[in-house]
């Protein structure tokens, strides 16, 4: 079995070019992933692992390779390791995974699909929190609005502990997505200051979406004016917005109790 014991190691300085540039992981086709339970749901999400370090130390060989079978197994010693961990606390093991496709189009949805969407989230901790909601809540999908980062961030993958990969996820721009709802007559509502009525007045036992801005400027007009229904979630304390992976969960478990939980 292949070691790798040198920070100069060709593949190495490409893996931390992996780690920390979106480029290099748009060029690849490729990105990390840290932990056992993150890499373990990647495969399970049909996420292709294509590599496995591992070190020993902390994840014997036999632990690496009951997490994938088809991977190939490269032993780090811990220098390699501290370099491309991410985490002051993990398990011992970094994957490299296929990206997948992020297309509407690719979306397989049910026949009464209750999705997220979130226009520009910009905090990978935020975009980890929304990702955790929605796999809590077993939505059908999670589309990202004019993306202003790169999902398979290893910000977003830590802090999604995994969700990235439980769920069902697309980008495209607003008018893009849109489009993809009226033309799946999906109804959906856009969560906003202006023009709105109370979340728990509408109904979302039918095909739905629910949209959330950002904390910082909201969602954008071309949103609020395309809505089913804009709607808003009642305040009584000073501020007039909390954080948006809060807001999103209130929705989506007010519709999640409308259909019963199922």
């Known amino acids: 079995m292949k070691q790798i014991t040198s920070l100069q190691n060709p593949f190495i300085k490409s893996l931390v070019l992996l780690q ?14 840290e932990g056992q339970r993150e ?34 197994l490269i032993e ?16 011992g093991v970094i994957g490299i995974a296929k990206s997948k496709s992020l297309l ?9 699909p209750l999705i997220l969407i979130a226009e520009a989230p910009e905090k990978p901790g935020n975009i980890g929190a929304l990702l955790r909601t929605a796999d809590a809540a077993n939505l059908d999908a999670v589309i990202i609005a004019n993306p202003k980062g790169d999902l398979f961030n290893p910000n977003v993958v830590r802090s999604s502990v995994g969700c990235l990969f439980t769920n069902q996820i697309a980008t495209g ?5 849109i489009t993809f709802l009226k033309d799946n007559k999906i109804n ?13 007045t509408q109904d979302y036992t039918l095909p739905t979406a629910l949209v959330v801005g950002t904390e910082a400027t909201g ?16 305040m009584q304390g000073e501020i007039d917005s909390m954080n ?10 007010e519709a999640k109790r409308q259909r019963n939980f199922n």
């Not at 990647?42 to 590599?51: L, R, T």
């Not at 010693?77 to 993990?90: G, I, P, Q, S």
Request: hydrophobic fraction near 40%; glycine fraction near 2%.
């Open 244 to 253: 948006v992976s809060v807001a999103a969960a209130i929705l989506i478990f």
């Open 219 to 234: 969602l954008t007009q071309e949103w609020r004016d395309a809505a089913t229904q804009n709607i808003i979630i009642p």
């Open 188 to 200: 959906f509502y856009c969560a906003t200051l202006q023009n709105s009525t109370s979340y728990h």
């Open 104 to 112: 509407l189009s690719d979306l397989k949805l049910s026949e009464n």
């Open 20 to 33: 920390e540039k979106a480029k290099a992981r748009k060029q690849t086709g490729t990105f990390l992933i």
């Open 39 to 72: 890499i373990t749901l990647a495969i399970k999400g049909g996420y292709e692992v294509e590599m496995i370090l591992f070190y020993p130390e902390i994840c014997s060989e036999t632990e690496a390779k009951k997490l994938s079978r088809h991977a190939e």
């Open 173 to 177: 721009t607003t008018q893009e997505i």
């Open 76 to 91: 780090i010693n811990k220098e390699v390791f501290e370099k491309l961990a991410y985490r002051d606390t993990t398990e």
